[in-house]
């Protein structure tokens, strides 16, 4: 079973670049499209972006002109940066494998909190 | 961009008792490929999302048969047909007909 897991800091200043690595056990980067989730205190979660280990992406409209997600396949990692953040990035940010032929997330990670703050 | 509805935002059950939770959507889910692609999640207390349903009403790998999904164009509904304690938590649809979309949530506790 694929297993996932989310590592970065915790904390970001303003204005400063989001970095996360979400790293992947348990099965092969080349068979799943791989995602990123967020979800910001007391609101309901939102999709960020998802990356094929060919490295096509696909990324949420509000965000497309601040995300990058990028896949490393010697490591089995794929990761999340988001320029520019401000206190409304602050969320739990999920890695999760997608599912693109019936379109649902199956695996997630554990998930981590980031806080933009100074 | 398509918002997604639910009704209710909270859901006191009784154990034992069957619970409803409802989803709206702001447009058809319908697909070009004809498929609609609506999925239901569970998320217990300090857990990440789980998928429970995937298109309306297929159960994911490992859910209770008491979990099932219905409805059609932009309504649809999760049943629980008897809950249990550990269906404690917080329940989401999510449409993936276009960029994927959550909603707001409904939280199901015990009476």
């Known amino acids: 079973q694929v297993q996932l897991q989310e590592s970065g800091p915790g904390l970001v200043k303003p204005s400063e670049t989001l970095s996360l690595t979400c790293t992947v056990s348990?099965?092969?980067?080349?068979?799943?499209?791989w995602s990123w989730i967020r979800q910001p205190p007391g609101k309901r979660l939102e999709w960020i972006g998802y990356i094929y280990y060919s490295g096509s992406t696909n990324y949420n409209p509000s965000l497309r002109s601040r995300v990058t997600i990028s896949v490393d396949t010697s490591k089995n990692q794929f990761s999340l940066k988001l320029s520019s953040v401000t206190a409304a990035d602050t969320a739990v940010y999920y890695c999760a494998t997608y599912r693109r032929q019936d379109h649902y997330f199956d695996y997630w990670g554990q998930g981590t909190l980031v806080t933009v703050s100074s | 961009d398509i918002v997604m509805t639910q009704t209710p935002l909270s859901s006191p059950v009784t154990l034992g008792q069957p619970a409803s939770i409802s989803c709206r959507s702001s447009?058809?889910?319908?697909?070009?490929?004809?498929?609609?692609?609506l999925s239901w999640l569970q998320q217990r207390p300090g857990q990440p999302p789980r998928l429970l349903i995937y298109?309306?009403?297929n159960r994911f790998s490992g859910v209770p048969d008491r979990f099932s999904g219905s409805g059609a164009g932009t309504d649809f509904t999760l049943k629980i047909s008897r809950v249990e304690a550990e269906d404690v938590g917080v329940y989401y649809c999510?449409?993936?007909?276009?960029?994927?979309?959550f909603g707001q949530g409904t939280k199901v506790e015990i009476k």
């Open positions: 348990g099965g092969s980067i080349s068979s799943y499209y």
């Open positions: 298109k309306i009403s």
């Open positions: 999510m449409q993936a007909t276009q960029f994927p979309s």
């Open positions: 447009q058809s889910l319908v697909h070009s490929d004809g498929n609609t692609y």
